[in-house]
Protein backbone atom coordinates (compact mmCIF):
# COMPACT_ATOMS: atom_id res chain seq x y z
CA UNK A 1 0.00 0.00 0.00
CA UNK A 2 1.72 3.19 -1.08
CA UNK A 3 1.27 5.60 2.78
CA UNK A 4 1.63 9.31 2.29
CA UNK A 5 4.25 10.85 4.04
CA UNK A 6 2.53 13.92 5.22
CA UNK A 7 0.59 13.09 8.78
CA UNK A 8 -1.97 14.83 9.64
CA UNK A 9 -2.22 16.71 12.97
CA UNK A 10 -4.51 16.54 15.62
CA UNK A 11 -5.84 20.04 15.89
CA UNK A 12 -7.94 22.21 17.93
CA UNK A 13 -11.01 20.88 16.42
CA UNK A 14 -10.91 18.20 19.35
CA UNK A 15 -11.54 20.38 21.90
CA UNK A 16 -14.96 21.22 20.13
CA UNK A 17 -18.34 19.22 21.58
CA UNK A 18 -16.12 16.40 23.19
CA UNK A 19 -17.88 15.21 26.07
CA UNK A 20 -16.53 16.39 29.26
CA UNK A 21 -17.36 13.25 31.17
CA UNK A 22 -14.70 10.81 30.91
CA UNK A 23 -17.20 7.96 29.84
CA UNK A 24 -20.28 8.04 27.78
CA UNK A 25 -22.36 4.71 26.78
CA UNK A 26 -23.52 4.80 23.00
CA UNK A 27 -25.98 2.50 21.77
CA UNK A 28 -26.18 1.95 17.68
CA UNK A 29 -29.43 0.66 17.25
CA UNK A 30 -28.87 -1.62 13.89
CA UNK A 31 -24.95 -2.30 15.38
CA UNK A 32 -22.13 -1.65 13.33
CA UNK A 33 -21.72 -3.21 9.57
CA UNK A 34 -21.57 -6.52 9.05
CA UNK A 35 -21.68 -6.89 13.00
CA UNK A 36 -25.06 -6.10 13.92
CA UNK A 37 -24.45 -7.55 17.30
CA UNK A 38 -22.04 -4.85 18.42
CA UNK A 39 -24.79 -2.44 20.06
CA UNK A 40 -23.74 -1.08 23.25
CA UNK A 41 -20.47 0.71 23.84
CA UNK A 42 -18.41 3.02 26.15
CA UNK A 43 -17.21 5.99 24.56
CA UNK A 44 -13.73 7.22 27.01
CA UNK A 45 -11.22 9.69 26.14
CA UNK A 46 -7.79 8.15 27.30
CA UNK A 47 -5.78 10.29 29.04
CA UNK A 48 -2.70 9.14 27.39
CA UNK A 49 -3.38 9.92 23.91
CA UNK A 50 -5.30 13.00 23.99
CA UNK A 51 -7.23 13.88 21.28
CA UNK A 52 -8.40 10.14 20.13
CA UNK A 53 -11.29 7.81 21.76
CA UNK A 54 -11.61 4.57 22.88
CA UNK A 55 -15.25 2.82 22.07
CA UNK A 56 -15.71 -0.39 23.78
CA UNK A 57 -17.73 -2.97 23.19
CA UNK A 58 -20.15 -3.59 26.67
CA UNK A 59 -21.08 -6.81 24.99
CA UNK A 60 -17.69 -8.26 23.85
CA UNK A 61 -14.94 -7.32 25.85
CA UNK A 62 -12.29 -8.31 23.37
CA UNK A 63 -14.10 -5.86 21.20
CA UNK A 64 -12.90 -1.97 21.61
CA UNK A 65 -12.31 0.83 18.36
CA UNK A 66 -9.72 3.33 18.49
CA UNK A 67 -11.78 6.46 16.60
CA UNK A 68 -10.27 9.66 15.56
CA UNK A 69 -12.32 12.36 14.65
CA UNK A 70 -12.77 12.79 11.10
CA UNK A 71 -12.51 16.83 11.04
CA UNK A 72 -9.16 16.36 12.77
CA UNK A 73 -7.61 13.82 10.26
CA UNK A 74 -9.11 15.55 7.03
CA UNK A 75 -10.77 19.00 8.17
CA UNK A 76 -12.27 19.54 4.67
CA UNK A 77 -13.86 15.78 4.78
CA UNK A 78 -17.65 17.36 4.85
CA UNK A 79 -17.03 19.33 1.59
CA UNK A 80 -15.79 16.05 0.06
CA UNK A 81 -18.59 14.47 -0.42
CA UNK A 82 -21.31 13.49 -2.16
CA UNK A 83 -24.99 15.49 -2.32
CA UNK A 84 -26.40 12.48 -1.11
CA UNK A 85 -23.76 11.98 1.35
CA UNK A 86 -23.97 15.27 2.76
CA UNK A 87 -27.90 15.08 3.06
CA UNK A 88 -27.47 11.43 4.75
CA UNK A 89 -24.74 12.93 7.26
CA UNK A 90 -26.56 16.41 7.89
CA UNK A 91 -30.24 14.21 8.92
CA UNK A 92 -28.23 12.54 11.90
CA UNK A 93 -27.21 16.43 12.97
CA UNK A 94 -23.47 16.02 11.71
CA UNK A 95 -22.30 19.76 11.12
CA UNK A 96 -25.17 21.39 12.56
CA UNK A 97 -25.92 19.65 15.61
CA UNK A 98 -22.95 20.64 18.95
CA UNK A 99 -24.21 16.85 20.43
CA UNK A 100 -23.26 15.12 16.94
CA UNK A 101 -19.54 14.18 15.94
CA UNK A 102 -17.94 12.54 13.26
CA UNK A 103 -15.82 9.49 14.21
CA UNK A 104 -13.63 7.09 12.36
CA UNK A 105 -12.20 4.04 13.08
CA UNK A 106 -8.82 3.71 13.25
CA UNK A 107 -6.85 0.17 12.02
CA UNK A 108 -3.59 -1.32 11.69
CA UNK A 109 -2.46 -3.03 8.45
CA UNK A 110 -0.42 -6.07 7.90
CA UNK A 111 2.39 -3.60 7.29
CA UNK A 112 1.87 -2.04 10.39
CA UNK A 113 0.91 1.07 8.44
CA UNK A 114 -2.42 2.26 10.34
CA UNK A 115 -5.59 3.57 8.45
CA UNK A 116 -8.51 5.61 9.06
CA UNK A 117 -11.91 3.98 7.56
CA UNK A 118 -13.41 7.32 6.06
CA UNK A 119 -15.84 5.16 3.52
CA UNK A 120 -17.40 3.78 7.10
CA UNK A 121 -17.37 6.62 9.49
CA UNK A 122 -19.52 6.42 12.83
CA UNK A 123 -21.71 9.49 13.68
CA UNK A 124 -22.17 9.58 17.64
CA UNK A 125 -24.58 11.68 19.11
CA UNK A 126 -23.19 12.47 22.68
CA UNK A 127 -26.99 14.04 23.42
CA UNK A 128 -29.08 10.72 22.72
CA UNK A 129 -26.48 8.60 23.60
CA UNK A 130 -26.76 6.83 20.03
CA UNK A 131 -24.66 6.03 17.13
CA UNK A 132 -24.98 5.01 13.67
CA UNK A 133 -22.39 4.21 11.10
CA UNK A 134 -22.80 5.14 7.86
CA UNK A 135 -22.08 3.97 4.58
CA UNK A 136 -21.08 6.47 1.99
CA UNK A 137 -21.48 6.26 -1.39
CA UNK A 138 -19.89 8.22 -4.49
CA UNK A 139 -17.30 10.13 -1.97
CA UNK A 140 -14.34 9.76 -2.78
CA UNK A 141 -13.00 7.67 0.52
CA UNK A 142 -11.60 4.30 1.50
CA UNK A 143 -12.00 2.30 4.05
CA UNK A 144 -8.02 2.03 4.50
CA UNK A 145 -7.14 5.82 4.20
CA UNK A 146 -3.28 6.00 4.99
CA UNK A 147 -2.83 8.10 8.60
CA UNK A 148 0.42 6.76 10.03
CA UNK A 149 3.01 4.81 7.71
CA UNK A 150 4.49 1.50 8.11
CA UNK A 151 7.54 1.74 10.96
CA UNK A 152 6.90 4.99 12.37
CA UNK B 1 -31.58 -17.93 -5.16
CA UNK B 2 -34.15 -17.02 -7.95
CA UNK B 3 -32.60 -16.42 -11.54
CA UNK B 4 -34.34 -14.26 -13.92
CA UNK B 5 -33.62 -12.95 -17.27
CA UNK B 6 -34.27 -9.68 -18.24
CA UNK B 7 -33.69 -7.55 -21.18
CA UNK B 8 -33.10 -3.69 -21.09
CA UNK B 9 -35.76 -1.67 -20.55
CA UNK B 10 -37.40 -4.38 -18.20
CA UNK B 11 -38.02 -4.77 -14.80
CA UNK B 12 -38.76 -6.09 -11.79
CA UNK B 13 -40.40 -5.67 -8.55
CA UNK B 14 -39.41 -6.44 -5.29
CA UNK B 15 -42.05 -6.05 -2.73
CA UNK B 16 -44.12 -3.07 -3.02
CA UNK B 17 -41.91 -0.22 -2.95
CA UNK B 18 -38.98 -1.59 -4.93
CA UNK B 19 -38.25 -1.15 -8.46
CA UNK B 20 -35.50 -2.64 -10.84
CA UNK B 21 -34.82 -1.76 -14.45
CA UNK B 22 -32.35 -3.03 -16.53
CA UNK B 23 -31.93 0.07 -18.29
CA UNK B 24 -29.04 -1.47 -20.73
CA UNK B 25 -26.32 -4.12 -21.42
CA UNK B 26 -22.86 -3.09 -22.77
CA UNK B 27 -20.48 -6.02 -22.89
CA UNK B 28 -19.28 -7.44 -19.07
CA UNK B 29 -21.30 -3.90 -17.43
CA UNK B 30 -25.24 -3.70 -17.15
CA UNK B 31 -26.84 -0.29 -15.97
CA UNK B 32 -29.40 -0.93 -13.24
CA UNK B 33 -31.52 1.75 -12.30
CA UNK B 34 -33.54 1.36 -8.98
CA UNK B 35 -36.53 3.13 -7.41
CA UNK B 36 -37.09 2.76 -3.50
CA UNK B 37 -38.36 4.76 -0.63
CA UNK B 38 -35.81 6.90 0.88
CA UNK B 39 -35.49 4.41 3.93
CA UNK B 40 -34.33 1.91 2.11
CA UNK B 41 -30.83 1.77 1.35
CA UNK B 42 -29.50 0.37 -1.13
CA UNK B 43 -25.70 0.40 -1.61
CA UNK B 44 -23.09 -1.30 -3.58
CA UNK B 45 -22.43 -4.90 -2.03
CA UNK B 46 -18.67 -4.35 -2.09
CA UNK B 47 -18.67 -1.55 -0.08
CA UNK B 48 -20.46 -3.27 2.91
CA UNK B 49 -18.10 -5.76 2.47
CA UNK B 50 -15.29 -3.28 2.39
CA UNK B 51 -17.07 -1.77 5.66
CA UNK B 52 -17.79 -4.81 7.38
CA UNK B 53 -14.31 -6.15 6.86
CA UNK B 54 -12.35 -3.24 8.00
CA UNK B 55 -14.90 -3.16 11.31
CA UNK B 56 -13.58 -6.34 12.10
CA UNK B 57 -9.57 -5.46 11.46
CA UNK B 58 -10.64 -2.05 13.53
CA UNK B 59 -12.29 -3.94 16.57
CA UNK B 60 -9.36 -5.43 17.92
CA UNK B 61 -7.14 -2.51 17.77
CA UNK B 62 -8.23 -1.05 21.25
CA UNK B 63 -6.78 -3.96 22.79
CA UNK B 64 -3.08 -3.38 21.20
CA UNK B 65 -1.70 -1.36 24.65
CA UNK B 66 1.12 0.66 22.62
CA UNK B 67 -0.89 1.28 19.64
CA UNK B 68 -2.42 4.64 21.58
CA UNK B 69 1.11 5.84 22.15
CA UNK B 70 2.24 5.43 18.78
CA UNK B 71 -1.18 6.50 17.31
CA UNK B 72 -0.91 10.36 19.56
CA UNK B 73 3.14 10.30 19.08
CA UNK B 74 2.53 10.29 15.20
CA UNK B 75 -0.39 12.55 15.04
CA UNK B 76 0.61 14.88 17.24
CA UNK B 77 3.57 15.73 15.46
CA UNK B 78 3.77 19.36 14.22
CA UNK B 79 3.82 19.20 10.63
CA UNK B 80 2.27 22.81 9.20
CA UNK B 81 1.83 21.79 5.76
CA UNK B 82 0.14 18.64 6.62
CA UNK B 83 -2.91 17.64 4.63
CA UNK B 84 -4.62 14.89 3.33
CA UNK B 85 -6.62 15.18 0.59
CA UNK B 86 -9.36 13.01 -1.33
CA UNK B 87 -7.72 11.49 -4.66
CA UNK B 88 -9.36 13.35 -7.32
CA UNK B 89 -11.64 10.40 -8.72
CA UNK B 90 -13.36 8.00 -6.81
CA UNK B 91 -11.76 4.43 -6.57
Known amino acids: MEVSEELPQLGAASQVSTPNRQRVDIVFPSGLVGCPEWRRFAFALPEEAPGLAILQSLDDADVAFVLAPVEDLVPEFLTTLSPDDRELLKALGVGHDPSVRLYCTLAVQTDDSVTANLLGPLALDFGRGCGTQVVLTGSPWSTRHPIVPAGK | ?91
Open chain 2, 1 to 91: MLVLSRRPGEALLIGQDVRIVILSVEGERVRVGIEAPREVPVLRAELIEAVSEENSRAARVGAQPDLLVRLHRNLRQPRPDATTRAPESPP
